[in-house]
């Protein structure tokens, strides 16, 4: 029956429901990495690979999406792509290459056999095209190509080049007494997308140079103590959207704040609560279209002090001053009180927007027992035969623990895409620490959740599997 409804459903409606289910993002690292490393990949949902096998006229809808984005990690995907060539020259829009050490049988493949067939490719993204100067070439050369994604320098020999096609993801600690080398490729028309700065800002950061900067992360320990500079940089800077701030010491955000901060820190001071936190991290987001004013807090990092006893009502308040937060760091690693799990939900679904919640240490301080629940996922590690089997046991608990508090938050935050889990602690049966990282995350519209944590022991840093 609901096969032959689905026959009855226009391809243009098809089209938008495929398109809303095609593809999941999978962070690799925490918010405060993977945020600031953007990427072309994408990553086709399961649910896309069922609905392609369920009729020929799903399968018609769904293929572009399958082909639309296509990711070389291995030299045997060259070979894979070989094999489905018309449907990639007909699809495949986003090209990411991400083989290190590329052999030149594999690069000589690319360019004589799959970029002559690539009619509709436009996006491409290099993650080692400092030793794949050929390749890099050959893509700029495409004409239905216009953006090129690169993570490195080119070549020194490029400079020459027209780059006005590459935007280079990052750079890391850049100095405004910028090399001449530097300047070669930006005179060839490349792109910043985004920068770390350890130095000063200062009348050299200028806009001719820096026309694609999108995404800024100042560490505040050695900045100007002074936050004058954020309207130039929107008004000579229209691309720029985030401004991401490192608070090392926590009088920057007080004596030196933001006027995104200002009523919220005001508001803690008067109450007698900043004192028990400091916010080390702080992401500034501007609204589109608007230069000189605008600038929202879409993110911050919130570490608890040990004497602390209000981190529910810090939340609350919290949540009233930034409604359009999207990117929340809790970080618990200096505290000492116990919460219960729906306590800590309740005050976090006050964030409407939330989307990338990350849990330092926290996972010790929530309590589980508390409410309507006959069983709890926090029970004693009994004595196991090896250290991996108990490894394995204490991951098995913290998964189902967070697993349910992901769900229970999932369920008041509609707008929650994932959990990012940082955890350490001591297990005194084995005499061992460890170490906890990972993602979980919210799967679909019915809130399900899902992921893996991996185990990493202290002393040795070896993973457990």
């Given at each position: 029956m609901m096969r032959s409804y689905l026959l009855t459903i226009p391809n243009e409606l098809l089209h938008s429901i495929v398109d809303y289910i095609a593809y999941t993002s999978i962070p690799v690292g925490p918010p405060d990495s993977a945020w600031f490393s953007k990427s072309l990949v994408k990553y086709v949902s399961p649910y896309l690979f069922a609905l392609s096998s369920t009729n020929w006229q799903l399968r018609r809808v769904c293929l572009p999406f399958l082909f639309a984005y296509i990711t070389i990690r291995h030299e045997e995907d060259v070979t894979r792509i070989m094999d489905y060539i018309e449907l990639f020259s007909e699809f495949t829009k986003v090209l990411v290459i991400g083989i290190f050490h590329m052999r030149p049988g594999t690069t000589d493949r690319l360019i004589s056999q799959i970029l002559p067939r690539s009619e509709q490719l436009s996006e491409v993204e290099l993650q080692n095209c400092r030793t794949e100067t050929v390749l890099l070439r050959a893509i700029l050369a495409r004409p239905t190509v216009t953006s090129v994604l690169v993570h490195e320098l080119p070549d020194p020999s490029m400079c020459n080049d027209d780059l006005s096609k590459v935007t280079l993801s990052q750079h890391s600690d850049l100095i405004f007494s910028l090399d001449q080398k530097y300047e070669s490729y930006m005179s060839r028309g490349m792109r910043l997308m985004r920068f770390e700065l350890f130095g000063s800002l200062n009348a050299q950061f200028q806009p001719e140079i820096f026309s694609g900067l999108k995404e800024i992360q100042i560490h505040m320990n050695i900045i100007p103590k002074s936050f004058s500079w954020l309207p130039l940089l929107s008004s000579t800077h229209p691309n720029l959207d985030k401004v991401w701030l490192l608070n090392v010491h926590q009088y920057h955000f007080t004596h030196d704040t933001p006027h995104s901060l200002t009523s919220f820190i005001g508001e803690l001071q008067q109450q007698g609560l900043y004192k028990f936190f400091n916010m080390t991290q702080v992401g500034l987001c501007r609204n589109v279209g608007?230069?000189?004013?605008?600038?929202?807090?879409?993110?911050?990092?919130?570490?608890?002090?040990?004497?602390?006893?209000?981190?529910?009502?810090?939340?609350?308040?919290?949540?009233?001053?930034?409604?359009?937060?999207?990117?929340?760091?809790?970080?618990?690693?200096?505290?000492?009180?116990?919460?219960?799990?729906?306590?800590?939900?309740?005050?976090?679904?006050?964030?409407?927007?939330?989307?990338?919640?990350?849990?330092?240490?926290?996972?010790?301080?929530?309590?589980?027992?508390?409410?309507?629940?006959?069983?709890?996922?926090?029970?004693?590690?009994?004595?196991?035969?090896?250290?991996?089997?108990?490894?394995?046991?204490?991951?098995?608990?913290?998964?189902?623990?967070?697993?349910?508090?992901?769900?229970?938050?999932?369920?008041?935050?509609?707008?929650?895409?994932?959990v990012h889990i940082n955890d350490k602690g001591y297990d005194s049966d084995v005499s061992r620490g460890w170490y906890l990282s990972g993602w979980i995350h919210v799967l679909n519209?019915?809130?399900?959740?899902?992921?893996?944590?991996h185990q990493y022991d202290v002393y040795t840093r070896r993973r457990f599997v």
């Open positions: 608007q230069l000189l004013q605008g600038w929202y807090v879409m993110g911050f990092t919130l570490m608890a002090t040990i004497s602390s006893t209000s981190l529910i009502e810090v939340l609350v308040l919290a949540a009233s001053f930034f409604p359009k937060l999207e990117v929340f760091t809790l970080d618990l690693c200096v505290h000492n009180m116990r919460y219960d799990i729906d306590d800590l939900v309740y005050a976090l679904a006050h964030f409407p927007s939330l989307r990338v919640l990350s849990l330092n240490d926290v996972f010790y301080w929530l309590d589980f027992e508390s409410g309507n629940r006959k069983t709890t996922p926090v029970v004693t590690v009994k004595p196991a035969k090896s250290l991996v089997d108990v490894f394995h046991e204490l991951r098995a608990r913290y998964e189902s623990g967070l697993s349910l508090f992901t769900s229970c938050l999932a369920e008041q935050v509609r707008s929650l895409d994932s519209g019915n809130r399900d959740v899902g992921g893996t944590l």
